[in-house]
């Protein structure tokens, strides 16, 4: 099925913002260091109109709570359902089978079989990895991010060898905010984000190098920290870790020129995030923050502090236009990628957010690291997007929380 496609465009007019909308048949479009001064920002603008002919189409309709997605060699896909279910999909989108053997899962809230990576070198050892919410055996109550590796054969229903490489610690008593996206980064190592659990009583462990919620680690294929991380002055930091103060990032991706890690953050109302994670950098939750605790016009941390990163750019209301007053509002945003295919030529280097609450696809047209244009794709079709990912067709792959694999780009 072939959908009209919605783009929204913000350009600058003087002192006042204006906005364009349009619908047309074609898709639019820690460690004691000292942080580094941010880029000067510069004013979004308007990114130029998409090519003629960039569809959305639906692949499948039959998932059940999508959250990951990730493609084989072979063009083929793997799916993660939050419910554990591992499904395994042709290159055109058709449910081929359901993978048994995955790990056991916490369902409540947020929780489920989360995020997937492949092993780098996946074509040789057929190994998988998985983030999920492991529930705590002697306490049910308590929930943690985890991340198991397994082995699946060609052509097997089940998973093999299923180990879990790394743990959370603390668990923490609460279903929410469990981070967990993956990304194997050039090295071979492995970065994996944590949330901050959604509890106000729990926050200070976001701040503690000692404690898992709230960070980036990176660690190798068995678990342990990878060679190259750096040093903390805490001599109890939680092994591998990266980066702090991270409200709940489920979105990351590499960028295509620096080999950096780049993610999308969850603010609360408000001060939802895209960062640049640095090795050893402070990303200030719940210190700093541009939003507000929910439901009020209280800020929920200070608009910056020393020593504490700048994002890349945020959103402050849930339509991605500029915030003046009163309350503020969330995009929501989960699942990221760079763009770097022909298929599409104006949206080569551009960096694509799904967004929840948002509903819709926010392309970030990028110069270096600053962000310079935004546009809102695909909000006509009001969905929940929870993941991304480019095919090897050139086109993004989208997840819905509906339970769609949604293909956007050229025919």
Partial sequence: MLFRSE????APRAAAASWVLAVAACGGGGGGQ???????AAPPV???PDAAGVQVRELDTTLDRPWGLAFLPDGR????????GLRLLSASGVALQDIA???????????????IALDPDFARNRRVYLSFSEPDAQQPALTGTAVARAVWPEGAQRLQEVAVIWRQQPKVDATSHYGSRLVFDGSGALFVTTGDRNRADQRALVQDPGAGPGKIVRITTEGQAAAGNPGWDDPDAIPGLWSLGHRNAQGAALHPGTGELWISEHGPDGGDEINRVLAGRNYGWPRVSRGYEYGTTEPAGAASLPAMEEPVWSWEREDGAPWTEGPKSSIAPAGIAFYTAAAVPQWRGSLFVTSLAGRS???????GNRVVGQERLLASRG???????????????LLTDSGKLLRYGAP
């Fill in 46 to 48: 308007a990114a130029a």
């Fill in 383 to 397: 969905e929940r997007l929870r993941d991304v990912a480019q095919g090897p067709d050139g086109a993004l792959y």
């Fill in 77 to 84: 896909l793997l799916v993660t359902e939050r419910g554990g």
């Fill in 101 to 115: 053997g995955t790990p056991a899962v916490d369902t409540r809230g947020q929780g489920g079989l989360l995020g």
């Fill in 7 to 10: 783009v929204l465009r913000w």
């Fill in 34 to 40: 000292t942080a580094a001064a941010p880029e000067p």
């Fill in 361 to 367: 696809l926010w392309r970030l047209t990028l110069e």
